[in-house]
């Protein structure tokens, strides 16, 4: 069996306390049971050392239970990263992508760039300026629609590529460079 270190670990040292943690943390068995079929890795590690400081650490900064239990469940692994990590995402959200704490997209940007590294998403990026797209317009639409930085740089590169393709058979629409939502610069023809 794959999860033979689960147990190797004592039931009520080290099995009991993860599996209560994770089902007052997500609210239900059935949850504990989804999270567990998508990462059964969560079995080997003690979830109250390597969870409980990340979730501290995002109640501190406002996201709800609820939200909490919504990011965990969506991709086990963005509750994972160390807690060094995570304070670096956050304060990329804020200060690199200009998204305040308060809007639904603080959450969402938390979500989309908590799984790469630094360098990842200078390169998400740079294939928006590569297109000649200023920081001002990335960080609006990052700001605005932090899921775009979730897709792979192939995908970006094509999306940008459509969004800069002339309107010469008028199937598309016509593109405003100087629009202030980059997400939405294209208006019917």
């Known amino acids: 069996m794959e999860n033979d270190l689960f147990f190797s670990n004592g ?4 099995i009991r306390p993860s599996l209560d943690y994770l089902r007052n943390l997500l609210g239900s068995d059935e949850n504990v049971v989804k999270i567990i079929k998508k990462s059964s890795w969560l079995l080997r590690c003690h979830v109250t050392k390597t969870i409980a400081p990340n979730v501290l650490l995002l109640h501190d900064i406002g996201l709800s239970d609820e939200k909490i239990r919504k990011f965990i469940l969506q ?11 995570l304070k670096d995402v956050i304060h990329s959200v804020e ?17 989309a760039i908590v799984t790469f590294r630094q ?3 200078a390169k998400k990026i740079d294939v928006y300026k590569s297109f000649g797209w200023s920081d001002e317009h990335i960080k609006t639409m990052t700001r605005n629609y932090p899921s775009c930085l979730s897709s792979s740089e192939a995908i970006y ?14 199937q598309v629409g016509k593109f405003h460079p ?9 208006e019917n023809a």
Request: with cysteine; aromatic share 8%.
């Open 119 to 121: 360098s990842t998403l």
């Open 95 to 111: 200060k690199d992508l200009g998204i305040p704490r308060e809007p639904r997209t603080f959450f969402n940007g938390i979500a």
């Open 178 to 186: 100087g629009s202030e939502d980059p997400c939405v610069a294209f």
């Open 11 to 14: 039931l009520d040292t080290f």
């Open 75 to 85: 991709n086990p692994k963005r509750i994972m990263r160390n807690l060094g990590c």
């Open 157 to 170: 590169e094509f999306d940008v590529l459509l969004l800069k393709m002339p309107d010469s058979m008028n």
